[in-house]
């Protein structure tokens, strides 16, 4: 594969066939690594008979560089390529330490509310047969392996209710393929919004600096919201409300009926939340005809 070296003299380097594919497949390679890709062409330029000085000025690297890659190939060949093993310290912990953190990480926390913090962790597998290991070195073990106890994302196992795979059928067929000349709403409430104000006003944008808000805010309580969004043309017709209920949120269709030209149909989609399921909203399309309602399933958005 590669001649010998004198003194003073570049390593002669002679290719067989298929490593010159392979160098070349790494070379041109856009997934290959920095590293790898430099060190092939190298090799290829040495074994097209460069000199290491036109080689270093070709890849702009030194020309100690160059000698190094070129004369390790010469000697051992591809593997001479691979990084060396570093002589850093051998691992503290073994794989039975690293296997106790990873089955306490993933394991439910002590409390039902809480999440296992590293500083947690270290403390459970130090009351075990373990020697103790630091928050830190706990972090490090989790971040190789990919694992976040520490964070949580809200689920929710859905009920198997009767009919969900027939109403999520008919929402997304409106929603697709809406009635020709037919206005299409969803409507739902936002309730517990945190009404607040500045305390002092803003400053407006001036060259070099951004526009400035105050920090400090006055709270006013909540708010709760009903909004109608038009899923063709995205407008939404929104209403402060103070309750959340029926005898409240039938008045707000009546006002949609009456903003909406009296030759149209309506289509309103609404989740199961109790000011849309109460018996007095369920009678008002009774005297509204051209109103149709549909009802997500349960626990759907």
């Known amino acids: 594969m590669a001649g010998g070296q004198r003194a003073g003299t570049a390593a002669a380097v002679m290719l067989e066939a298929d490593v010159r594919e392979r160098l070349m497949r790494t070379a041109t390679s856009a997934k290959s690594e920095v590293r790898a890709v430099l060190r092939a062409r190298i090799v290829l330029a040495a074994a097209d008979g460069l000199a290491n000085e036109a080689i270093a000025r070709e890849l702009h690297v030194s020309v100690n560089t160059v000698r190094k890659w070129r004369g390790r190939f010469a000697v051992r060949g591809t593997d001479g390529l691979r990084d060396a093993d570093r002589s850093g310290r051998p691992r503290s912990y073994g794989p039975d330490v690293r296997v106790a953190i990873v089955a306490t990480a993933t394991s439910a926390p002590p409390h039902p509310e809480a999440t296992w913090s590293h500083r947690a962790i ?21 971040a190789d392996l990919d694992l976040k106890p520490h964070k949580v994302r809200g689920w929710l196992t859905r009920r198997d209710t009767p009919g969900f795979w027939q109403r999520t059928a008919d929402v997304c067929a409106l929603y697709l393929d809406p009635p020709e000349g037919a206005v299409v709403l969803s409507i739902d409430e936002k309730t517990a919004i945190a009404a607040r104000s500045r305390r002092h006003p803003g400053r407006p944008a001036r060259p070099g600096e951004p526009v400035r808000q105050e920090f400090e805010y006055r709270r006013h309580g909540t708010a709760s919201l009903v909004a109608a969004l038009d899923v063709r043309t995205g407008e939404v017709l929104a209403e402060v409300i103070r309750r959340n209920d029926a005898v409240t949120f039938t008045p707000f269709l009546d006002q949609l009926d009456r903003a909406i030209p009296p030759g149209k149909e309506i289509h309103i989609v609404l989740d199961n939340g109790s000011s ?26």
């Open 122 to 142: 270290a403390q459970k597998v130090a009351g075990t047969c373990f020697a103790p290991v630091s928050a830190s070195q706990i972090g490090r073990i989790l």
């Open 276 to 301: 849309h399921t109460a018996r007095h909203t369920k009678t008002w399309p009774a005297a509204h005809p051209r109103w149709h309602v549909r009802w997500t399933p349960a626990h759907a958005s």
